[in-house]
């Protein structure tokens, strides 16, 4: 038995767990509010900024070039997927957005001089594969554009997290770029946000403050608590990918939205070949220091 588990403390997986499962309603709650998307961006992320900066206030709130640049990048990313979610399925949306390992692999070798390797490229092929599924069939004009918005999510997710891997990231708060970026996202929709508050009920004001609060500020926290106990980079990720799975589930049985058969064909395709990918990775990297 660990330490932790001894002392009566958590196990840190579930922390990730925890904020997965967080991560997953955002989709339905995205659906249920009657707010545009711009106009839930800015609440969402007002809510959030709060939250996180309150939780993570005894970092200080310092910022640096490339910690700027991924708080653009945050920003973007959190309004394009709202938007997506909008337009289009929440299955596609959050399918979509979840290719960003795909662009890590294409764009890491080149940024960090690392080496791309066959497999690689096998798994980049694939996921392009089930990207393509989600434009096959009878789409709407609307789904053409709310999945554009999410492949758009999905490539600033994957350079959002490059960023993260830069030596500059770590010399101030880890969250910067998160409280920065959702800061800034209040202000790019701040006219279309400041418009609507008037007009909030009460359902569409308990989900925003949900949404930020919860959906973004606490599962973040978990996150970074889990990550701060000493979770593997790999288990987290995998564990993750109960987001995807779980968001449109949540909005089928609440609002009875149901993804088409070829949008759940390509993001179990993306879905399969990122978890079998990184536990590759793994293996193979285990299998190197064995040799050393």
Not at 255 to 282: C, F, K, N, Y
Request: aromatic share 12%; proline share 3%; with cysteine.
């Amino acid at each position: 038995m660990s330490a932790s588990n001894r002392h009566g403390h958590a196990p840190p997986l579930l922390f990730v767990l925890a904020a997965a499962l967080l991560w997953s309603t955002g989709g339905l709650f995205i659906k249920w509010t009657s707010l545009a998307g711009l106009e839930l961006s800015f609440c969402r992320s007002f809510f959030a900024a709060i939250t996180v900066a309150i939780v993570t206030r005894h970092e200080g709130f310092g910022i640096n070039r490339v910690t700027a640049t991924a708080s653009v990048l945050y920003a973007v990313l959190l309004i394009l997927f709202v938007l997506a979610t909008k337009e289009t399925t929440a299955a596609n949306a959050i399918f979509l957005q979840y290719t960003a390992p795909v662009y890590l692999l294409v764009f890491e070798p080149l940024i960090y001089k690392e080496k791309f390797r066959s497999r690689d490229l096998f798994t980049v092929l694939v996921c392009v594969g089930g990207m393509a599924l989600f434009f096959v069939g009878q789409l709407r004009p609307q789904d053409v554009t709310g999945n554009l918005y999410a492949l758009a999510s999905g490539l600033c997710f994957a350079l959002y997290f490059l960023l993260l891997r830069h030596p500059k990231a770590r010399e101030v708060n880890r969250a910067s770029s998160v409280i920065y970026g959702n800061v800034l996202a209040v202000l790019i929709t701040a006219p279309w946000g400041l418009a609507a508050i008037s007009d909030l009920n009460l359902h569409d004001t308990l989900s925003v403050i949900y949404l930020g609060v919860v959906q973004l500020g606490i599962a973040y926290t978990l996150f970074t608590v889990a990550m701060a106990r000493g979770v593997r980079s790999l288990d987290a990720g995998i564990i993750c990918y109960i987001e995807p799975v779980l968001n449109p589930v949540w909005v089928f049985l609440v609002i009875g939205e149901q993804p088409s058969r070829w949008a759940l064909l390509g993001g179990a395709i993306i879905v399969t070949a990122v978890i079998v990918h990184m536990l590759l990775d793994a293996r193979f990297k285990k299998a190197a220091k064995a040799t050393i």
